[in-house]
């Protein structure tokens, strides 16, 4: 049955449909096995109903809008084309010593599904059908004592509302047909994966001769190969209510924790780091969304500095870059206040006239305004430049270029920098999620005034445009320079 006539809802448990039972209830009767005895590969409402409603098959996101995404993808798809995408592999720091598994995020956004060897096909049957393939890894009692739950292929159809599941150790066998079959082939495979199971083997031209490999089946196929990136990049853009919802809880969970922190004194960037790391990991959050930046003094300086290892001055600055992730959504925050938490004059001058050019652009986030990243950028330099000619900088030159050398912003969402490769020259347009990020790093060399020279700070939020004005989602986050002041001496955490 193809995926426009099914139910939208996740199909329900019922215990006859369910062919793969775990090892430890094989002898209890199957109508006596609810749902919540079950075991699978992520957190499903019915093992974690402390972290998903009813309905959702990943925190926030309901089986109907993964359904939804799919069928976007399938009417921008050209008749008879299919589009195959791959879940992420398990990355390895030594021997079989793995780090934490983070999905391919075009596969999640598709699929919802968080388990790594695992292979979707959206095949486009017509304009108001599509088939959808999902293809993962069968149960396995002796593997899943050593590597933890798997969901299956069963769970592919009654959880993950896969028309065509099947194991992903017969890909092989299966997707030179569904290739076959197809008139254009959207992917953005082969890639540069270690080949270490079937599927990686397979996906990078490592398997047998026998089967030669994704792209011998690509080369002796009649289909036409095109990217795949630039058509879920269109859908990934625009985020719906449910995805907002995620990073408004996202920002709000990690603007309280870097408030938080402005409060506590610390000694060391590593003390800091540690004490977000733990904030993050609360309240039903994934832990943190990328490497914090956690960096005093000079150190500042370094836009992606992440060693994270030094003391903290008393009378320096401290910048942090960092967030939490919840349902495998991001909201990306910098902060910058004083270690010892008030300001200096200087500190507080270069400070404000950053603040200034924060706040206006954040204002300017919205549909109605006609700009897009790199019109707001141009204005952050213009009006960044005039600020610190007002404070005795010498602008002459490429100045701006050395004060403030990247980007003022970004897309953001499942991937901190969300939509790889899309132009930041798109109109903003409502349903965006942007960051905005000015930041002044003042070398420490003779051309820059005494009073500066060393000093490096950025403000960041993360921002949802709407038709007529931002609506922040890290609000959290105080940057006011009395509120930060003020901050200092309650100890007491926000609630």
């Not at 095109?226 to 990690?254: C, D, F, T, W, Y």
């Not at 430049?385 to 900088?393: N, P, Q, R, V």
């Not at 991937?415 to 965006?432: A, I, N, Q």
Request: glycine share 6%.
């Amino acid at each position: 049955m193809a995926s426009s006539l099914r139910l939208l809802t996740r199909r329900p448990f019922t215990r006859s449909r369910w062919r793969h039972v775990p090892a430890f209830c094989a002898t209890r009767p199957l109508s006596s096995i609810s749902a919540a005895e079950l075991r699978f590969g992520q957190p499903l409402h019915e093992t974690h109903p402390h972290l998903l409603d009813a309905g959702e098959t990943t925190p926030g996101i309901t089986a109907q809008e993964y359904y939804d995404r799919r069928v976007k993808l399938a009417k921008a798809l050209p008749p008879n084309s299919i589009a195959i995408l791959a879940a992420a592999d398990v990355k390895y720091r030594s021997g079989a010593v793995f780090y934490k598994f983070h999905q391919d995020p075009d596969f999640f956004y598709l699929t919802g599904f968080n388990e790594p060897d695992a292979l979707a096909i959206i095949e486009k049957i017509d304009d108001n059908e599509h088939n959808f393939h999902l293809y993962v890894r069968p149960k396995d009692p002796k593997i899943e004592l050593w590597e933890g739950a798997r969901s299956g292929v069963q769970a592919a159809e009654d959880v993950f509302n896969a028309d065509t599941p099947g194991d992903v150790n017969e890909l092989p066998k299966i997707l030179p047909g569904a290739i076959k079959r197809a008139q254009e082939v959207y992917t953005d495979l082969p890639n540069s994966r270690i080949p270490k199971n079937v599927l990686s083997r397979y996906l990078s031209g490592a398997e047998p001769a026998r089967t030669g490999g994704i792209m011998s089946v690509l080369r002796d196929s009649n289909a036409s190969i095109k990217p795949l990136r630039p058509l879920v990049n269109e859908l990934r853009l625009i985020k719906s209510e449910a995805e907002i919802r995620n990073m408004r809880k996202a920002g709000q969970h990690s603007g309280r924790a870097i408030t938080d922190a402005m409060r506590q004194t610390f000694s060391t960037e590593k003390d800091l780091d540690s004490f977000l790391d733990y904030w993050f990991k609360q309240d039903g959050c994934d832990g943190p969304a990328y490497v914090p930046v956690v960096a005093g003094g000079i150190n500042a300086n370094t836009i992606h500095y992440v060693t994270n290892d030094m003391q903290l001055n008393s009378d320096e600055l401290v910048l942090v870059d960092a967030g939490a992730e919840y349902g495998g959504y991001i909201t990306d925050i910098s902060r910058t206040w004083p270690v010892n938490g008030t300001f200096s004059p200087a500190q507080k001058d270069l400070y404000k006239t950053l603040l200034a050019v924060q706040r206006s652009c954040v204002s300017l986030c919205s549909a109605e305004s006609n700009l897009s990243l790199d019109k707001l950028h141009k204005i952050a330099s213009r009006t960044l430049a005039d600020g610190l000619k007002d404070l005795g900088f010498d602008m002459s030159g490429q100045a701006i270029e050395t004060l403030f050398p990247h980007h003022v912003g970004h897309y953001v969402g499942l991937d901190v920098h969300d939509s790889p490769g899309l132009t930041r020259s798109r109109p903003f347009e409502e349903g965006m999620c942007v960051t905005v990020e000015p930041g002044i790093y003042v070398p420490d060399d003779e051309r820059w005034p005494a009073w500066a020279r060393g000093m490096g700070m950025r403000i960041e939020d993360s921002v949802c445009v709407q038709e007529e004005g931002p609506y922040v989602l890290t609000t959290e986050a105080v940057k006011e320079v009395d509120d930060i002041e003020a901050l200092r001496g309650t100890v007491s955490r926000l609630n």
